[in-house]
């Protein structure tokens, strides 16, 4: 996976590490197949095009409050010439466009605070490192035309199935500032579909920004992979850190309304054909006439999409309940209407909340197998199963804002309970279609032990109890099993983030990527749990209808 991830990384962040784009006078290497097409193409109107659009796109923006999340991992040198990350940063907010500049609201920021106390509160969060990764959404909001930059053709280049035409860009010498590095400008409507490169002039990072077309002719941004080299030494070229930006959330406005369970029962008594046992009118209490099924935790559910936390219900959520029913058939367990659903953020954490398990994205990404995602699903199913999770079930009663959603939402229990849900849970496993595949689960759970000082933010979660205190159900065993071998091919204990799950930033559906797995070449190449580069095959939406996009 990472060979894949890492291939298109020196064209990606070239241009803005180098910071030697192509100069008016001169031109960029053409090939064989870019001459003919240069002939047949007006640049100009490429150009003239896309600055149109881009002004256009952020005035769309204004409009949205989509989320943002950074997740960031520190390097530090191996003594084999590699990196590693030795801790790590997250944040979490929504997008606001104010004036010329982007702007980050952390969630977890309380409401009417005065202005002054409101200023403390977002030193506290760290707020201001957030709105600098968050800079990379555009490449300049307020001067990016041609009397402020200087554009050179270097190429066309398709970038999955959308045929572009790449720029080296670079801001005049009178102006001295601004974005400097390559874009790429789609063939069709002349969209800025990725640009790459870095800021000069002020503390900025170098960057590779992405878009998917999501609304009409419109490419909104989706994906920013950072990276960046020691800033205090400009020799030395050691890694500093690493970083994943995701925008998601965009038509949070029609999320989906959970309350397609709740359809009310009839208050008729319906015709009964007592030769046929299916028609019996036995129903549970809780489903009796005047009442719906719309349960506590539907509410919650709901409450959590609508902030744009929560993924739509799709396809992921069908194969975690697909491995729930193995538990349940294979322990001959009769509890009705258990759920999955996924939540959108990285932070590794799962937890219940009534009869609906909800895992997060970034654990679904990391897990190596089948196998080991069983194993979580057995230990919260345990909790169920038990009925710890009918006691944190509550029901969304009086109103708060989005940003103030985590003070108000714990789902978490005590040691005791997660003590008893641990044991419960591996006897569920022991009895499953998965028994005998505890070794892959131990050496999951070392991994995540192995990692937990250097990534303790990867480690927090945001709703439940975090995920190494919850024991886990192979954390018991852990010390049966064979041991982490970081030099072998041939163990894989956790995946990097990004290997497994794709978001659409508009309708927040996620999906499995389908991409074949990379024979790896190299130990390095591993990076469990670690940061990799976005590299989406790009597609229009007319194309996406007939074939989903797979690749990220």
Same mark, same amino acid.
Not at 52 to 57: G, I
Not at 88 to 102: A, I, M, V
Not at 531 to 542: A, G, H, I, S
């Given at each position: 996976?990472?060979?894949?991830?890492?291939?298109?990384?020196?064209?990606?962040?070239?241009?803005?590490?180098?910071?030697?784009?192509?100069?008016?006078?001169?031109?960029?290497?053409?090939?064989?197949?870019?001459?003919?097409?240069?002939?047949?193409?007006?640049?100009?109107?490429?150009?003239?095009?896309?600055?149109?659009?881009?002004?256009?796109?952020?005035?769309?923006?204004?409009?949205?409050?989509?989320?943002?999340?950074?997740?960031?991992?520190?390097?530090?040198?191996?003594?084999?010439?590699?990196?590693?990350?030795?801790?790590?940063?997250?944040?979490?907010?929504?997008?606001?466009?104010?004036?010329?500049?982007?702007?980050?609201?952390?969630?977890?920021?309380?409401?009417?605070?005065?202005?002054?106390?409101?200023?403390?509160?977002?030193?506290?969060?760290?707020?201001?490192?957030?709105?600098?990764?968050?800079?990379?959404?555009?490449?300049?909001?307020?001067?990016?035309?041609?009397?402020?930059?200087?554009?050179?053709?270097?190429?066309?280049?398709?970038?999955?199935?959308?045929?572009?035409?790449?720029?080296?860009?670079?801001?005049?010498?009178?102006?001295?500032?601004?974005?400097?590095?390559?874009?790429?400008?789609?063939?069709?409507?002349?969209?800025?579909?990725?640009?790459?490169?870095?800021?000069?002039?002020?503390?900025?990072?170098?960057?590779?920004?992405?878009?998917?077309?999501?609304?009409?002719?419109?490419?909104?941004?989706?994906?920013?992979?950072?990276?960046?080299?020691?800033?205090?030494?400009?020799?030395?070229?050691?890694?500093?850190?690493?970083?994943?930006?995701?925008?998601?959330?965009?038509?949070?406005?029609?999320?989906?309304?959970?309350?397609?369970?709740?359809?009310?029962?009839?208050?008729?008594?319906?015709?009964?054909?007592?030769?046929?046992?299916?028609?019996?009118?036995?129903?549970?209490?809780?489903?009796?006439?005047?009442?719906? !099924?719309?349960?506590?935790?539907?509410?919650?559910? *709901?409450?959590?999409? @609508?902030? $744009?936390?929560?993924? =739509? #219900?799709? %396809?992921?959520?069908?194969?975690?309940?697909?491995?729930?029913?193995?538990?349940?058939?294979?322990?001959?367990?009769?509890?009705?209407?258990?759920?999955?659903?996924?939540?959108?953020?990285?932070?590794?954490?799962?937890?219940?909340?009534?009869?609906?398990?909800?895992?997060?994205?970034?654990?679904?990404?990391?897990?190596?197998?089948?196998?080991?995602?069983?194993?979580?699903?057995?230990?919260?199913? !345990?909790?169920?199963?038990?009925?710890?999770?009918? *006691?944190?079930?509550? @029901?969304? $009663?009086?109103?708060? =804002? #989005?940003? %103030?959603?985590?003070?108000?939402?714990?789902?978490?229990?005590?040691?005791?309970?997660?003590?008893?849900?641990?044991?419960?849970?591996?006897?569920?496993?022991?009895?499953?279609?998965?028994?005998?595949?505890?070794?892959?689960?131990?050496?999951?759970?070392?991994?995540?032990?192995?990692?937990?000082?250097?990534?303790?933010?990867?480690?927090?979660?945001?709703?439940?109890?975090?995920?190494?205190?919850?024991?886990?159900?192979?954390?018991?065993?852990?010390?049966?099993?064979?041991?982490?071998?970081?030099?072998?091919?041939?163990?894989?204990?956790?995946?990097?983030?990004?290997?497994?799950?794709?978001?659409?930033?508009?309708?927040?559906?996620?999906?499995?990527?389908?991409?074949?797995?990379?024979?790896?070449?190299?130990?390095?190449?591993?990076?469990?749990?670690?940061?990799?580069?976005?590299?989406?095959?790009?597609?229009?939406?007319?194309?996406?209808?007939?074939?989903?996009?797979?690749?990220?």
């Amino acid at each position: 996976m990472r060979a894949v991830l890492l291939a298109a990384l020196p064209a990606a962040i070239a241009a803005g590490q180098n910071a030697n784009p192509a100069t008016p006078n001169q031109s960029a290497p053409q090939n064989a197949v870019d001459a003919p097409a240069r002939k047949s193409v007006d640049l100009d109107q490429y150009l003239d095009s896309a600055i149109r659009q881009e002004r256009s796109l952020i005035e769309l923006m204004r409009n949205f409050r989509p989320v943002i999340e950074t997740y960031i991992q520190k390097e530090k040198p191996d003594s084999d010439g590699t990196s590693s990350p030795n801790a790590d940063e997250y944040f979490l907010g929504r997008l606001e466009l104010t004036g010329n500049s982007p702007s980050v609201r952390a969630f977890g920021t309380p409401e009417g605070l005065k202005k002054k106390a409101r200023k403390k509160v977002s030193k506290k969060l760290r707020v201001l490192e957030a709105t600098e990764f968050a800079q990379a959404v555009f490449p300049d909001m307020g001067h990016f035309d041609r009397q402020n930059y200087t554009f050179e053709f270097a190429r066309f280049e398709p970038l999955g199935d959308v045929r572009c035409a790449a720029f080296d860009v670079k801001p005049r010498e009178d102006r001295g500032r601004g974005f400097m590095g390559r874009i790429w400008i789609e063939d069709r409507d002349h969209n800025i579909v990725r640009f790459t490169g870095t800021y000069v002039s002020r503390r900025a990072f170098h960057f590779d920004s992405w878009r998917l077309n999501t609304l009409g002719v419109r490419w909104m941004p989706a994906y920013i992979y950072t990276q960046e080299s020691n800033s205090s030494d400009p020799a030395d070229h050691t890694l500093w850190f690493k970083a994943q930006t995701r925008i998601w959330g965009y038509d949070v406005r029609n999320a989906g309304d959970q309350r397609e369970f709740a359809k009310r029962l009839t208050d008729a008594a319906a015709f009964a054909d007592p030769k046929r046992r299916e028609a019996s009118q036995d129903l549970n209490p809780e489903y009796s006439v005047g009442d719906t !099924a719309y349960r506590p935790e539907d509410e919650v559910v *709901e409450r959590l999409q @609508v902030a $744009g936390l929560m993924a =739509s #219900d799709g %396809e992921v959520d069908q194969i975690l309940q697909a491995v729930v029913n193995n538990l349940l058939v294979t322990n001959e367990l009769d509890i009705a209407a258990v759920r999955c659903r996924v939540l959108l953020t990285t932070p590794l954490e799962s937890f219940v909340v009534g009869r609906t398990i909800i895992v997060s994205r970034g654990l679904l990404d990391i897990l190596p197998d089948e196998a080991t995602l069983a194993a979580v699903l057995a230990h919260e199913l !345990a909790h169920i199963v038990l009925k710890h999770s009918i *006691e944190n079930a509550a @029901v969304v $009663g009086d109103r708060f =804002s #989005d940003l %103030e959603i985590f003070s108000h939402f714990k789902f978490r229990f005590t040691a005791e309970q997660e003590a008893e849900a641990d044991k419960k849970g591996f006897e569920l496993y022991a009895k499953s279609p998965y028994q005998g595949q505890q070794g892959k689960v131990e050496l999951f759970a070392k991994e995540l032990q192995a990692r937990s000082q250097q990534l303790p933010n990867l480690m927090r979660a945001k709703f439940g109890n975090d995920f190494l205190s919850s024991h886990f159900i192979a954390m018991q065993v852990a010390n049966a099993s064979e041991p982490l071998q970081p030099k072998s091919l041939d163990q894989v204990a956790a995946l990097p983030l990004g290997s497994r799950i794709t978001v659409d930033p508009w309708s927040d559906r996620i999906a499995m990527l389908k991409a074949k797995p990379v024979r790896l070449d190299s130990p390095a190449e591993k990076i469990p749990l670690e940061v990799t580069p976005f590299f989406p095959y790009l597609k229009r939406m007319d194309q996406q209808e007939k074939s989903p996009a797979t690749s990220q």
